[in-house]
């Protein structure tokens, strides 16, 4: 025990002292495996970021969102406008629907023109499901059947404003020479392209679902967007609109959607992504072990003197063994530290120009520092290996 | 406390099998200050390389105080050599990046020795070579004289049983050749270190007690080489 830690405590002081004279050397073989450690830590932490981001995103709606569309290429009619607006008190699962027929159209407010968007027609609880908030009057509420009532996103509201509204609700819209009657004003909404649908409410207007049944170029229900109840799983929720669909219209095809569904195979398939980023990190990886072992075995080349010497005066295979691969790992480890730093400030700087919240990921430093050592024990084996069991006749000799 | 009997040593180049030492006996006693003496190809460096525990002979018994090295596993000759064996060769073969003292030392740590006896023993050690003002050199900024003290040194610091020594003065001008004999016979006189050292030169052979020679992969031992110093 005492003769190990002595020989190696000798070997670890003469391989930092050994490092530190072939300092080109040294440099160079430290930059093959910084780039390495750098990529492979900027990589594994960008899908990490890029994968809490989209799960923020998610989180901001709520993961309970379900989607129901007819399905693509059915041939059947489109879902019944009563048959949507009966969702939530049918099917127990479901907490809340709001069924949405959509058309497009032209603003104009005054004559003059103040924008182009979706006329999205709804119910009252279009803008719960969607956690819709307005900064003026109110949203659209089930007793305004068929009424030409609209409210306005925030973003057709700051048009018209700039077209000299000063007083919105009550303010006449015309869309596509049909006048409307502001009722409500929006606050202003991010748009989440990670759901399963978009509702782009700042440059849309919400009108009644039954007004919109008459103006909009196709009456059936576009989508149907649902909230879960609380603790139900969503293929329970998707089985439930199912069955319900299969009594109200049986040739009906359906396309279901759920958040959470969806969370689970963007995981899968961010995690994925991060596997084959932390794989062509690697591949730079590997190109650095390689220029360790290189360095390595020129090492064990120049020196074979010395370990020949180091064998008469009475050191074992594994003590000259032990002094080349402690070299070659402190060699990864310290590049394996200057690459983290790399490759923290690399990342650092993606985030800084893609608005994504900068986190440094515990799991990806402990790795990089982990796969250093790795990389130094796996490239300097072989180079120790030969150093240790060269002749130490022939060394002594110069052959 | 060393013998050899019998050893043979061949080596294969190719198909050519050529027998370099030829039924070698030969013994050593403790307190002996011998010389093996022969020309360049006669066999006398494999010699050291066997008795030096560094190659092993084809045949023929090692006998290393009383104990048989010749079936000892690569890890035990290493540990054999760091005890009972020290080496001083020609060329020096000091370590280039160590200080005198940080070589003196060497035997030491493969002995597994604590850093601060470590370097006390080796200290004293310098000392006794006469290279006390110089242990913090690095053998760039020492002569030859200098290095083969140290080298002496450091191949005494472990307290072998037998310092073997391949033409210690092989690499030195007359004069240094001198002082470093002189200290290697202070050496066996004082302290009765065993010494054994191979040479081509007469002048080094004859100032030692026991003389042989090696020629043609056989070792002679003239009973009167004393008396004529050749």
Known sequence: MSRTFSVLSANAREAAESLRRARLRTVLGLVGVMIGISSVIAMVSLGEIAREQARKQFEALGTDIVVVRKAVGSGAKAIDLPNALQVAAAVPSITEAAPRISGRGTFRFAGRKVGGGAVQGVTRSFAS?????????????????????????????????????????????????????????????EESYALPVQVNANKSIFVPITTAQRIAPDPGVEVIIARSGAGVHYEAAVADIRSYFRRRA?????????????????????????????????????????????????????????????????????????????????????????????????????????????????????????????????????????????????????? | M????????????????????????????????????????????????????????????????????SGLRDDELSALRNRHIGFVFQSFHLLPQLTALENVCLPLV????????????????????????????????????QKQRVAIARALVGEPALLLADEPTGALDADTAGEV?????????????????????????????????????RLFEPKAAAADGA
């Open chain 1, 129 to 189: 499901v969607n956690r819709l908030t307005l900064q003026e009057g109110r949203f659209i509420s089930d007793l305004d059947a068929d009424r030409y009532w609209c409210v306005v996103g925030a973003g057709v509201a700051e048009a018209m404003r700039g077209a000299g509204a000063d007083r919105l609700a009550g303010s006449l819209l015309e869309v596509d020479e049909v006048l409307f009657t502001v009722v409500g004003v929006l606050d202003g909404k």
């Open chain 1, 250 to 399: 049986p040739d009906l095809g359906l396309d279901i959607v759920t958040a959470k569904e969806l969370v689970a195979r963007m995981e899968a398939q961010m995690g994925i992504f991060t596997l084959l980023l932390g794989a062509v990190g690697s591949i730079s990886l590997i190109v650095g072990g390689i220029g360790i072992m290189n360095i390595m075995l020129v090492s064990v080349a120049e020196r074979r003197a010395e370990i020949a010497i180091r064998r008469a005066l009475g050191a074992r295979q594994r003590d000259i063994r032990s002094q080349f691969l402690i070299e070659s790992v402190i060699l990864t480890i310290i590049g394996g530290m200057l690459g983290i730093a790399l490759g923290l400030a690399a990342t650092w700087t993606i985030c800084r120009f893609t608005d994504w919240d900068f986190l440094i990921s515990g799991l990806s430093v402990a790795s990089g520092l982990g796969t250093a050592a790795a990389v130094g024990l796996f490239f300097g084996f072989q180079p120790a290996h030969q150093a240790s069991r060269l002749d130490p006749i022939a060394g002594l000799q110069g052959k």
């Open chain 2, 2 to 69: 060393l013998k050899l009997t019998g050893i043979r040593r061949s080596y294969r180049i190719g198909p050519v099998t050529t027998e370099i030492l030829r039924g070698v006996d030969l013994e050593v006693h403790a307190g002996d200050l011998m010389s093996i003496m022969g020309p360049s190809g006669s066999g006398k460096t494999t010699l050291m390389n066997i008795v030096g525990l560094l190659d092993r002979p084809t045949s023929g018994a090692c006998i290393l105080d009383g104990r048989d090295v």
């Open chain 2, 110 to 145: 493969y002995r597994g020795a604590g850093r601060p006896e470590m370097r006390r023993h080796a200290q004293a050690i310098l000392e006794r070579v006469g290279m006390a003002e110089r242990t913090g050199h690095r053998p760039d900024q020492l002569s030859g004289g």
């Open chain 2, 181 to 217: 004999m002189a200290l290697l016979r202070q050496l066996n006189a004082e302290r009765g270190i065993t010494i054994l050292i191979i040479t081509h030169d007469p002048s080094v052979a004859g100032q030692c007690a026991r003389q042989t020679r090696i020629r043609d992969g």
